[in-house]
């Protein structure tokens, strides 16, 4: 999915809140499998009504249709035209909105419009306010024309009733319904003020997080804040609070930021001893003020959502809001999170005391803050924009009405609906980090070509609600219960591992609201399938319907490496995927090793189900892997500075991959010249383990950052020597065109031969493969990785494995 992040650049150019947003949405996006991004900006002048019209009509005249969505938070950016056009609104041109000057009449006069020869339908549009009536290209013609028959006349005053109206109108129908396709907000201000939206629409809010780095909680030294220098920010406010709280050079107050209004609030400080003015300061100074801050106080009027108030809490730090500061005061709970006073210095003050006073308070206020906004998340809110539910873009209200009123009209002729696949999983699908759910996302995202998907998914308690996966493929999350919860915690203490799957096999009556959605998509659904066996007890607790079942592992065999000495857990997964797959109509597996170690257990010779089993194997998008060309690799290392050979290992926080990890470490202190580089959860559970100094973690990082380290190590490993299934990592190492070394446990189910895709190499001396595979001559490597990556183009597209799987269901229907 190619999506646009379009916006303006303002002249002359700042950095503020939302450039924040974008830079972080299109990183946020960019990080996810399948989608690329791009913040596209055009420069944007608005110092008269002149330069807002050649704005608003070079937005209205980019071509974007390359892109399959484009999200625009600002005018005049969402004046661009396209058939998927998310508006995620941050503000308006405030200063003729809910900022425009209460002293300055709004009433247009139509006869001066008529003198600058602005036809009637025009002007009629403008001092009633009609959207829709009038269209994007007319209006702004005949504007432009009226404009440059006298640029001087009184009538174009900036700010003024015309000017109000001009722009008002023109977003008005840049942002009528047929023209966007979601409409959200940044925050409940926003999305209550008076204009922004058309009415009667719907619009969601969602609170974004930060993309500024390294914020955490440091000592409580100082008084903090840090904004534009702007009147409507309200900085003399803080001055006189802080003069008012009687604190002094001991606590002193940091002031970050410039502005227009800096001469008068130095002259409002004046002398006091304590207030100092940092100036501009570069996001590493400001991530330390926010940590050495006792409290930071942040008492805009009316503010959009305020970003300094999130940075504050994510460093541990209680804000000091006024009631009227808008946006800040939905990020805080008064008292708990932080405080919110009255408007004026004295309050401001007291608070200012209070804090410092107390600072085990503080901190503690401050420790439910950074839980709070901790929760605020880039891929939730990536979610949110592109999985929204749909607008239909198309014809004006106008055209709707005239069509709705003409009973000759032609039918809408639609294509017959497609197949509907219910699926049922213990986990969401997104963000997707780790091999089952990039199984999930790559297999059914294609299957979504010739089905409709819908998955029925458990997830967190504070996660609910639909969201669109892709084309024809939908995710319904349902939250997990509170008695869930205990009953998960109760087990995974019990096993020493996480049991969450277990728990839903065990007591799914636990979420009656998983129960509920289970029913409802069983009762439409043509194909019912258990991906994981998991889920059937929920799946039979309401319905008796046939149903697939998705074997991504042999599930007894891999919790038993799991659970250890627990054997009654044990049997319980034996006998949950005994019946998965006795009374499924369809089993299908990774791998055809996994399909006859399921037969092994749960089948005999003479069962005809086998014979209808089917191996639906692990893949990758091979036409998004691009194979590393041996240039690139060189010119990439070299301005990394990279001079040691690099073996990386990628894994999440999974039992196999935990025993892979360890092999890893031993690996390293055999090869003290090679550098040894862990991505995934995984680093999670062993960064405490014993390790020499040529080993080092990344941790979860995002598609982006995976892809770097693809493109510039040496060798993928793989010495995985437990577990089942397949592993994905080893198709992913071959597609980038990344030499493997693996045991030959790791392959399995996978057609790779030792010396022909990959070298071998055992768990007890994988040094030695590591070593092997560094000393081929340059040409027997390339050879290897080219036959690797041939591998995968015949057999490990998603493309291709997911048509064989659709070839099944079909059968299944008729």
């Given at each position: 999915m190619k999506i646009c992040v379009i916006a303006p650049s303002p002249v002359p150019f700042v950095i503020g809140g939302a450039e924040n947003l974008w830079w972080g949405l299109v990183e946020a996006l960019n990080a996810r499998p399948g989608v690329l991004a791009e913040l596209v900006k055009l420069p944007s002048h608005e110092r008269n009504l002149g330069e807002l019209l050649s704005s608003y009509r070079r937005f209205s005249e980019l071509d974007l249709s390359h892109f399959d969505m484009v999200i625009s938070t600002k005018y005049p950016a969402w004046a661009v035209r396209h058939p998927n056009h998310v508006v995620y609104l941050q503000h308006t041109l405030r200063g003729l909105y809910d900022c425009y000057p209460q002293d300055m009449p709004t009433q247009v006069d139509p006869e001066a419009l008529r003198v600058l020869g602005m036809p009637s339908r025009i002007v009629e549009a403008l001092t009633n306010y009609r959207a829709d009536d009038v269209e994007f290209d007319e209006l702004i013609d005949a504007l432009d024309a009226a404009f440059r028959r006298d640029p001087a006349s009184p009538c174009w005053a900036f700010p003024g009733p015309v000017t109000r109206a001009v722009i008002r109108l023109l977003d008005a129908v840049t942002m009528r319904?047929?023209?966007?396709?979601?409409?959200?907000?940044?925050?409940?201000?926003?999305?209550?003020?008076?204009?922004?939206?058309?009415?009667?629409?719907?619009?969601?809010?969602?609170?974004?997080?930060?993309?500024?780095?390294?914020?955490?909680?440091?000592?409580?030294?100082?008084?903090?804040?840090?904004?534009?220098?702007?009147?409507?920010?309200?900085?003399?406010?803080?001055?006189?609070?802080?003069?008012?709280?009687?604190?002094?050079?001991?606590?002193?107050l940091h002031i970050a930021g410039g502005g227009t209004d800096e001469a008068r609030l130095r002259a409002a400080a004046g002398n006091y001893p304590g207030i100092h003015f940092?100036?501009?300061?570069?996001?590493?100074?400001?991530?330390?003020?926010?940590?050495?801050?006792?409290?930071?106080?942040?008492?805009?009027?009316?503010?959009?959502?305020?970003?300094?108030?999130?940075?504050?809490?994510?460093?541990?730090?209680?804000?000091?809001?006024?009631?009227?500061?808008?946006?800040?005061?939905?990020?805080?709970?008064?008292?708990?999170?932080?405080?919110?006073?009255?408007?004026?210095a004295t309050a401001i003050g007291k608070a200012m005391r209070r804090l410092c006073d107390d600072r085990a308070a503080a901190a503690e206020m401050g420790r439910l803050a950074q839980e709070r906004a901790r929760q605020l998340d880039w891929n939730a809110l990536c979610d949110a924009l592109i999985l929204a539910p749909r607008n239909s873009p198309g014809a004006s209200a106008a055209q709707r009405a005239k069509a709705s009123s003409n009973p000759a009209a032609p039918a809408v002729v639609t294509e017959p609906a497609k197949p509907l696949i219910?699926?049922?999983?213990?986990?969401?699908?997104?963000?997707?980090?780790?091999?089952?759910?990039?199984?999930?996302?790559?297999?059914?995202?294609?299957?979504?070509?010739?089905f409709d998907v819908h998955f029925v998914n458990l997830s967190g308690r504070h996660d609910a609600g639909m969201r669109r996966i892709a084309a024809g493929f939908t995710e319904e999350l349902v939250p997990q219960s509170e008695a869930?919860?205990?009953?998960?915690?109760?087990?995974?203490?019990?096993?020493?591992?996480?049991?969450?799957?277990?728990?839903?096999?065990?007591?799914?009556?636990?979420?009656?609201?998983?129960?509920?959605?289970?029913?409802?998509?069983?009762?439409?659904?043509?194909?019912?399938?258990?991906?994981?066996?998991?889920?059937?007890?929920?799946?039979?607790?309401?319905?008796?319907?046939?149903?697939?079942?998705?074997?991504?592992?042999?599930?007894?065999?891999?919790?038993?490496?799991?659970?250890?000495?627990?054997?009654?857990?044990?049997?319980?997964?034996?006998?949950?995927?005994?019946?998965a797959v006795r009374e499924a109509a369809l089993v299908s597996a990774c791998s055809k090793q996994d399909l006859e170690r399921l037969r092994a257990l749960y089948g005999d010779e003479n069962d005809a189900r086998f014979g209808r089993g089917i191996v639906v194997a692990n893949g990758i998008d091979v036409d998004n892997t691009p194979y590393r060309e041996a240039q690139r690799v060189a010119r990439r290392r070299r301005e990394l500075g990279v001079t040691q050979p690099i073996a990386l290992f990628m894994g999440s926080a999974h039992g196999p991959n935990i025993d892979a990890a360890r092999v890893v470490i031993e690996a390293a202190a055999q090869l003290p010249d090679v550098h040894f580089l862990l991505l995934g959860s995984v680093c999670g559970e062993v960064r405490?383990?014993?390790?020499?100094?040529?080993?080092?973690?990344?941790?979860?990082?995002?598609?982006?950052?995976?892809?770097?380290?693809?493109?510039?190590?040496?060798?993928?490993?793989?010495?995985?020597?437990?577990?089942?299934?397949?592993?994905?990592?080893?198709?992913?190492?071959?597609?980038?065109?990344?030499?493997?070394?693996?045991?030959?446990?790791?392959?399995?189910?996978?057609g790779f031969e030792n010396g022909q895709q990959y070298v071998r190499a055992t768990g007890e001396d994988f040094a030695l493969g590591i070593r092997t595979m560094l000393d081929l001559a340059p040409y027997e490597r390339e050879a290897l990785k080219r036959r690797a990556r041939s591998w995968v183009e015949e057999n490990g597209d998603w493309q291709s494995i997911a048509r064989v799987y659709a070839q099944s269901l079909t059968q299944l229907l008729v």
């Open positions: 319904t047929d023209r966007i396709a979601h409409y959200a907000a940044i925050s409940d201000v926003v999305a209550a003020r008076d204009g922004y939206f058309p009415k009667n629409v719907s619009v969601a809010v969602h609170h974004h997080p930060t993309g500024l780095k390294g914020l955490g909680a440091g000592p409580q030294e100082t008084i903090f804040s840090a904004s534009r220098l702007d009147p409507a920010k309200r900085i003399d406010l803080i001055i006189e609070g802080y003069k008012a709280s009687g604190l002094g050079p001991d606590v002193p940092l100036g501009r300061v570069p996001e590493a100074q400001l991530v330390k003020e926010y940590a050495r801050a006792i409290c930071v106080p942040f008492v805009p009027r009316d503010e959009d959502y305020g970003l300094i108030t999130l940075e504050a809490m994510l460093c541990a730090k209680p804000v000091i809001a006024t009631n009227d500061s808008g946006g800040p005061t939905e990020l805080l709970e008064d008292g708990r999170t932080g405080l919110i006073v009255p408007t004026n219910g699926v049922l999983n213990t986990y969401p699908i997104a963000p997707v980090v780790s091999g089952g759910k990039l199984r999930l996302f790559g297999l059914y995202s294609r299957l979504a070509d010739q869930f919860e205990r009953e998960a915690l109760h087990l995974r203490d019990m096993l020493g591992a996480s049991a969450e799957d277990l728990t839903a096999a065990l007591y799914p009556a636990s979420v009656p609201r998983w129960l509920e959605a289970i029913d409802a998509l069983a009762r439409r659904s043509d194909v019912m399938v258990c991906s994981h066996p998991y889920a059937l007890p929920a799946l039979r607790e309401v319905s008796s319907c046939p149903y697939v079942y998705e074997a991504h592992n042999v599930e007894a065999d891999l919790k038993a490496d799991i659970y250890g000495q627990h054997q009654w857990a044990i049997d319980r997964v034996l006998e949950l995927e005994r019946r405490h383990w014993e390790r020499t100094a040529n080993v080092g973690f990344a941790d979860v990082v995002s598609d982006a950052e995976k892809a770097a380290w693809l493109d510039v190590c040496d060798i993928g490993l793989n010495p995985v020597v437990s577990g089942s299934g397949t592993n994905l990592k080893l198709i992913e190492y071959a597609a980038a065109g990344v030499p493997v070394v693996s045991t030959e446990f790791g392959v399995r189910g996978i």
